[in-house]
């Protein structure tokens, strides 16, 4: 099993920056990739961006260039540092984990509302 918290979301203003955290636990040795999604209101979830285990990452179109996903392993930890905030990135935002056997694992959820 894995565990997932995430911390860091709230209220921002438009061109604004925002630090997401997820922390990790349980079996992380079976974790195979980390990722956020989010969803907006009446909206599917959507992958924001992902990263691997051998530090590879991804990111959606409407992202790229204004948020990174980074890891820090030592505290078991999933960032993302969101910058140049804008109204479309209000949503709340998932930590995932995919393990080896390709099981979806969520976290709570935490809000980002960004104004205009």
């Known amino acids: 099993q894995v565990r997932l918290v995430e911390s860091g979301g709230g209220l921002a203003q438009a061109g604004e920056s925002l630090r997401l955290s997820c922390k990790v636990s349980g079996s992380t040795f079976r974790i195979s990739s980390l990722a956020w999604y989010r969803q907006a209101p009446g909206k599917q979830r959507e992958l924001v961006a992902c990263?691997?285990?051998?530090?590879?990452?991804n990111y959606a179109d409407s992202v790229k260039g204004r948020f990174t996903i980074s890891r820090d392993n030592a505290k078991n930890t999933v960032y993302l540092q969101m910058g140049s905030l804008k109204p479309e990135d209000t949503a709340v935002y998932y930590c995932n984990a995919v393990d080896i056997e390709l099981t979806y694992y969520w976290g709570q959820g935490t809000q980002v509302t960004v104004s205009s």
């Open positions: 990263i691997r285990s051998i530090d590879t990452t």
